[in-house]
């Protein structure tokens, strides 16, 4: 069973890793910040949109894990605010809680964004309201720690936990979606179902969007057999709804 489980856990990283699409090392100095062009051009487009991504996240940690993070633009506004967490920004600011003016949909140091939800016009309008709010009660601005939260993912869980209209249904992959501190039962980060964790060190999930995950030591696994969906370590979601491998 131990085996079995190991074989499981590290033959997806391992995929990922020799796709050669991570960077196992690289200069964050230099990795790329452009933009991709998935996100509407607030020029042209004037509703209110909400734009939820993720990205592999940096270096070596990118076989094994994603960074998230939302970007919201109001109605008529002529940019958008993104809201992340990043770790080293606790220690020039005393929190890791970033919100202000960005580019929505900027490659996150080398590697390109994924758009997993949006929300358009007045629905986009009202969950800005929510997420402004859910940001800026968030449990845990002074804390960063990359396993087991947390972290940029326990942020958006957070959100997606706050403004059930989002339906987040973020990926395996976003390590650090299952902690929820002391909180043993909490609301699934889509809104649509329950998570039962221990501390994000292990823990189960039961809902519409995510179906049945099971988390181990941050290695979680699951099936959504109303989406044809499996969930992977290291590779992410695979189906009709679901990401490429190793993006």
């Known amino acids: 069973m131990l085996i079995a489980f190991l074989v499981l856990a590290f033959a997806g990283p391992l995929l990922v890793a020799c796709s050669g699409k991570v960077k196992l090392f690289d200069?964050?100095?230099?990795?790329?910040?452009?933009?991709a062009g998935i996100a509407p051009d607030p020029?042209?487009?004037?509703?209110?949109?909400?734009?939820?991504?993720?990205a592999r996240a940096f270096e070596w940690r990118?076989?094994?894990?994603?960074?998230?993070?939302?970007?919201?633009?109001?109605a008529e506004a002529d940019h958008y605010y993104v809201h992340h967490v990043v770790g080293w920004r606790l220690h020039d600011t005393g929190s890791a809680v970033v919100s202000g003016p960005d580019?929505?949909?900027?490659?996150?140091?080398?590697?390109?964004?994924?758009?997993l939800r949006e929300l358009r016009g007045p629905a986009a309008e009202t969950a800005i309201d929510g997420i402004e709010t859910a940001v800026a009660s968030y449990p845990w601005p002074d804390?960063?720690?990359?396993?087991?939260?947390?972290?940029?993912?326990?942020f958006t869980a957070w959100i997606g936990r706050q403004v059930p209209a989002l339906r987040l249904d973020l990926p395996p992959t976003a390590i650090g979606k299952d902690y929820t501190g002391t909180e043993l039962l909490s609301r699934a980060p889509s809104g649509t179902g329950w998570r039962l964790s221990?501390?994000?060190?292990?823990?189960?999930?039961?809902?519409?969007?995510?179906?049945?995950?099971?988390?181990?030591?941050?290695i979680?696994?699951?099936?959504?057999p109303l989406d044809f969906e499996l969930r992977l370590p290291g590779i992410g979601t695979l189906g009709p709804g679901g990401p490429a491998p190793a993006s």
């Open 43 to 54: 020029a042209r487009v004037r509703e209110a949109v909400v734009q939820v991504y993720a």
């Open 103 to 115: 580019l929505p949909d900027r490659s996150w140091y080398g590697q390109p964004p994924e758009l």
């Open 220 to 224: 979680a696994f699951g099936l959504n």
């Open 62 to 74: 990118g076989i094994f894990a994603v960074h998230t993070w939302i970007a919201t633009k109001r």
């Open 27 to 35: 200069d964050w100095r230099t990795a790329d910040r452009s933009p």
């Open 198 to 218: 221990l501390f994000g060190l292990a823990g189960v999930t039961l809902a519409r969007e995510e179906g049945l995950e099971v988390q181990v030591l941050g």
């Open 143 to 154: 804390r960063y720690v990359v396993w087991p939260g947390p972290n940029s993912n326990t």
